[in-house]
């Protein structure tokens, strides 16, 4: 391993790879499993629908995005997810960096769109793998009972492909548009974040939610599947 590809084996503060939570969760995970590419199939799996995904938690601080913070949880965003399976990575001594992408969501539901005011998602959060000389995309944001309810096949990983979300849902209906790559980041730039979503948002919309959470702590009120589910 090149110098240049050491600090996406390092753990940072926010990526804990270190932490024995994240050591026992990964070797729980694999098992008796050697194989690289296999031992990146099952972390992937175990976060993507192991963590529910929820949109309601606080974005603003490191310890939000902190890997050891959100195996506790059980849910999170994708951008948590993505912080927790790159520390996974990490730990099994796997190659692994979070990438971001903003997509156009043509499947939520309405209420998100509302407290967005967008169906555009900023800075949506993904990892790669560098996985038999290569880095591969793996997307581990919504979990197998969220895509049911919304009609969209659950993405699968093979380790050796991309898995990128799907253009379409099963009944053909635009599901995700990729609109703009950010690219690929050692640790979670939280100020990044925050500054695009503010930008997109606008200034006062994300304070809003910032407040809310700091009044109520990480309970938002807000049940993500019971939400109503935009067909269109």
């Known amino acids: 391993m090149s110098k240049i590809d050491q600090k996406y084996l390092d753990p940072t503060t926010i990526i804990d790879s270190e932490h024995q939570s994240i050591i026992d969760f990964?070797?729980?995970?694999m098992g008796e499993t050697t194989d690289t590419v296999q031992r990146a199939i099952?972390?992937?799996?175990?976060?993507?629908?192991?963590?529910w995904y929820d949109p309601y938690y606080p974005f603003y601080l490191p310890e939000h995005y902190r890997a050891s913070n959100?195996?506790?949880?059980?849910r999170r965003y994708c951008v948590?997810?993505?912080s927790l399976l790159c520390a996974l990575?990490?730990?099994?001594?796997?190659?692994?960096?979070v990438g971001f992408a903003d997509v156009r969501n043509h499947l939520a539901t309405r209420q998100l769109i509302e407290f967005l005011g967008s169906d555009l998602f900023l800075c949506h959060g993904f990892v790669e793998f560098?996985?038999?000389g290569r880095w591969v995309k793996s997307t581990p944001a919504f979990n197998r009972t969220l895509c049911e309810r919304h009609n969209v096949?659950?993405?699968e990983f093979n380790g050796r492909e991309d898995s990128i979300f799907h253009p379409y849902n099963l009944e053909k209906k635009q599901f995700m548009e990729y609109v703009?790559?950010?690219g690929t980041y050692a640790d979670i730039p939280v100020d990044i974040i925050v500054s695009a979503w503010k930008e997109a948002y606008g200034d006062a919309r994300v304070d809003s939610w910032i407040e809310g959470f700091q009044k109520s702590g990480r309970n938002s009120g807000r049940n993500f599947y019971g939400e109503e589910v935009l067909k269109e």
């Open 180 to 182: 703009a790559d950010h």
């Open 26 to 29: 990964a070797r729980e995970t």
């Open 80 to 82: 948590c997810k993505a």
């Open 153 to 155: 096949a659950p993405l």
């Open 70 to 74: 959100i195996l506790k949880s059980g």
């Open 42 to 51: 099952k972390l992937y799996y175990a976060v993507c629908d192991g963590i």
């Open 130 to 132: 560098y996985l038999d």
């Open 89 to 97: 990575g990490r730990a099994c001594q796997i190659p692994s960096r």
